[in-house]
């Protein structure tokens, strides 16, 4: 059974940075590809940033130059560092990885 766990959210001051881990179980073979998405209170789920099997990154145009998203085969989880949080950051954050798996979410509040 395939499960993601998302860990890392927390509260931090504008400025702040937060490291956030989807760390992936049950898989047969190593992450091939991975996404982190985002849900502010009375919004659509967004895109914040892809990671492609080959390595190619694709990110949204709100987070470009502050957030990077890695893959780490030896721990089977999909990482995304974010530097320089705004309070528009403030969402519950969620990983994906293709066939359709999602983690619970965790949670990440930018104070101004």
């Known amino acids: 059974q395939v499960q993601l766990v998302e860990t890392g959210g927390g509260l931090v001051e504008a400025g702040g940075s937060l490291r956030l881990s989807c760390a992936v179980s049950?898989?047969?073979?190593?992450?091939?590809?991975g996404s982190w998405y985002r849900q502010a209170p009375g919004q659509q789920r967004e895109l914040v940033a892809q990671i492609y099997r080959d390595g190619r990154t694709d990110y949204g145009d709100s987070v470009k130059g502050r957030f990077t998203i890695s893959k780490d085969d030896s721990k089977s989880a999909i990482d995304l560092q974010m530097n320089n949080l705004k309070p528009e950051d403030t969402a519950v954050y969620y990983c994906?990885?293709?066939?359709?798996?999602w983690g619970q979410g965790t949670q990440v509040t930018v104070s101004s």
């Open positions: 049950g898989l047969l073979s190593n992450i091939r590809a």
């Open positions: 994906d990885i293709p066939g359709g798996y």
